[in-house]
T-cell receptor
Framework: ETGVTQSPTHLIKTRGQQVTLRCSSQSGHNTVSWYQQALGQGPQFIFQYYREEENGRGNFPPRFSGLQFPNYSSELNVNALELDDSALYLC???????????FGPGTRLTVT | RKEVEQDPGPFNVPEGATVAFNCTYSNSASQSFFWYRQDCRKEPKLLMSVYSSGNEDGRFTAQLNRASQYISLLIRDSKLSDSATYLCHSGTSYGKLTFGQGTILTVHP
């Protein structure tokens, strides 16, 4: 069984730039959720994808967008990066209808 | 008010101690609850599910109190390896998933 993978591991971007983060779900899982985790905080839900559509969204602006592909992998895109976007971005996969989240190792984004 | 709240700690306990964490939730429609463990600079890992009837796994016991809207995690006979951040998680509906800010536990010799 293959676990959740994410790429890249680390990323440094400049304010105003755009970034794309990638996630491959665990074998058999069809739902992907993205979280932002700032230092010392719990993961904040960004959105969830199922059947290539956004299924739910947290309190994040539209410059945070995503995609899910037919193989259930997913991308998180962030436009017009701000300094406060610096965080660990976590992808989690699950079966549709299940709440348990299985996380990838995360992408650490630094915006300067 | 945050939807899911935890005491951030830190909790510093000696090996062998019993320690308990609580997590309160504000949305009465919350349906599922879990505890996760997160080691420093790592991803959260599912520790256990939480049910009204309670859930025990070795030294760990989780409990849900719907009337008071909180969940708890009890760790008995603490080990050094239990040192981590413990996150509670609630699922309100498909696509609405909320974590607490985490409780830091340090177990010392």
């Amino acid at each position: 069984e293959t676990g959740v993978t994410q790429s890249p591991t680390h990323l440094i971007k400049t304010r105003g730039q755009q970034v794309t983060l990638r996630c491959s779900s665990q074998s058999g899982h069809n739902t992907v959720s993205w979280y932002q985790q700032a230092l010392g905080q719990g993961p904040q839900f960004i959105f969830q994808y199922y059947r290539e559509e956004e299924n739910g969204r947290g309190n994040f602006p539209p410059r945070f967008s995503g995609l899910q592909f037919p193989n259930y992998s997913s991308e998180l895109n962030v436009n017009a990066l701000e300094l406060d976007d610096s965080a660990l971005y976590l992808c989690a996969s699950s079966f549709w209808g299940a709440y348990e989240q299985y996380f990838g190792p995360g992408t650490r984004l630094t915006v300067t | 008010r945050k939807e899911v709240e935890q005491d951030p700690g830190p909790f510093n306990v000696p090996e062998g101690a019993t320690v308990a964490f609580n997590c309160t939730y504000s949305n009465s429609a919350s349906q599922s609850f879990f505890w996760y463990r997160q080691d420093c600079r790592k991803e959260p890992k599912l520790l256990m599910s939480v049910y009204s009837s309670g859930n025990e796994d070795g030294r760990f016991t989780a409990q849900l109190n719907r009337a008071s809207q909180y969940i708890s995690l009890l760790i008995r006979d603490s080990k050094l390896s239990d040192s981590a951040t413990y996150l509670c998680h609630s699922g309100t509906s498909y696509g609405k998933l909320t974590f607490g800010q985490g409780t830091i536990l340090t177990v010392h010799p």
